[in-house]
């Protein structure tokens, strides 16, 4: 399993800038903490949640003329929780769901063996599914809350630490700095609480994305069997062709895993459309990598039907989510003073398409 404890140690590697971030962000809480006992207290992140999800209930719903479901909850989660709900977050048929909650619940726990043995037991699906393991968990410090299933999740891990960290770093007097930073906490709770809200309005769209994205899923699964099939001499010349980085023979699997990465749909017909994405009716490949993979063009055109379905919803569903903060909160002194004490911590890489989604939903 050698080959396969490598790739695992790989995908530590495309964490650890995250996973640094956590234990600092861990070691300046601590530190913060300490400095401001008895000095300054905030008030707890589930008190102001729940008075704010309480006030502005009613307000979400007179803005967008569309109710909210009555059986909404409030759960507050720490670090490993939050890595585990992102499984949840990857929508995947039932043949993979269970894979997939096994992949984040060792990832969560930095349980390499695990995944090296997830690997060995069904590689297509780890090269699939590995990637949203990267891709969410990479975001889990920008990404303040999160809807599934009737549950508004609030990432307590960020949420009850920055406020303390951002007045330790402004230095004394605490208590004259107090009222500002005190004043951001509560407005990214707001914008939080509010935005998921909105999302629980969203079943419908919620629905399409879904499925669109199972259906991805799907398909880039059926991509990956194919090349894992394939023998070393097509990998070899397909990998020359693409100009992809050399690997030595005697790792194998490393060859088929980067000529996946490459190839996925996502990948590289993204690269090539860009968001034009939209208004595709067809895609086109380059004659020669379809004589070595011939299945490949039929594979990119099932593609790109649940691909727009999955950006129209996902867009959709963002942009009306930050129409209705801008407007809703548009003169609260607390979401400005959010804007001004917390903005430096960035936003999600999703910003770009909620801005898109925005204007149209505007």
């Not at 080959?3 to 861990?26: N, Y």
């Not at 919620?206 to 023998?231: F, G, M, P, R, T």
Request: net charge negative; aromatic share 12%; proline share 3%.
């Amino acid at each position: 399993m050698g080959e396969f404890q490598e790739f695992t140690e790989a995908l530590f590697g495309q964490l650890s800038v995250e996973i640094d971030e956590e234990k600092e962000i861990i070691k300046l809480a601590s530190r913060a903490k300490e400095d401001l006992k008895e000095k300054v207290k905030f008030n707890s992140l589930e008190n102001i949640a729940t008075d704010i999800f309480s006030t502005y209930k009613n307000k979400v719903e007179e803005f967008l003329g569309l109710e909210i479901p009555k059986n909404i909850q409030l759960k507050f989660l720490e670090l490993t929780d939050l890595k585990k709900l992102k499984g949840e977050k990857v929508f995947a048929d039932k043949e993979s769901k269970e894979f997939v909650t096994q992949l984040f619940n060792a990832v969560a726990k930095e349980d390499k063996t695990k995944i090296a043995e997830l690997m060995q037991e069904d590689t297509a699906k780890y090269l699939v599914y590995s990637t949203y393991a990267i891709q969410y968990i990479s975001k889990i410090t920008t990404t303040y809350g999160d809807y599934l299933d009737s549950i508004i999740y609030l990432n307590k891990f960020i949420l009850s630490r920055y406020p303390e960290i951002i007045l330790h770093k402004q230095a004394e007097p605490y208590d004259v700095k107090f009222d500002n930073v005190n004043s951001g906490y509560i407005g990214a709770v707001k914008m939080t609480v509010i935005e998921e809200l909105i999302h629980a309005t969203q079943e419908n769209l919620q629905q399409i994305n879904k499925n669109a994205a199972i259906q991805v899923n799907k398909i880039n699964e059926e991509l990956a069997s194919i090349i894992l099939k394939l023998d070393a001499e097509i990998i070899n010349k397909l990998s020359e062709y693409c100009q992809l980085q050399a690997v030595p023979d005697d790792f194998p699997f490393a060859k088929k895993a980067n000529l996946f990465f490459f190839l996925n749909p996502d990948h590289f017909l993204i690269e090539q459309i860009g968001p034009d994405v939209m208004t595709f009716t067809h895609v086109e490949i380059d004659p020669k990598i379809g004589e070595f993979i011939p299945q490949l063009l039929e594979i990119y055109k099932k593609w790109l039907v649940p691909i727009q379905h999955h950006h129209a919803a996902f867009t959709t569903m963002e942009g009306m989510a930050a129409f209705a903060i801008e407007n809703i909160l548009k003169d609260d002194k607390d979401f400005q003073n959010y804007l001004t004490t917390f903005m430096g911590t960035d936003f999600s890489a999703y910003q770009i398409r909620k801005n898109i989604g925005k204007d149209f939903t505007k």
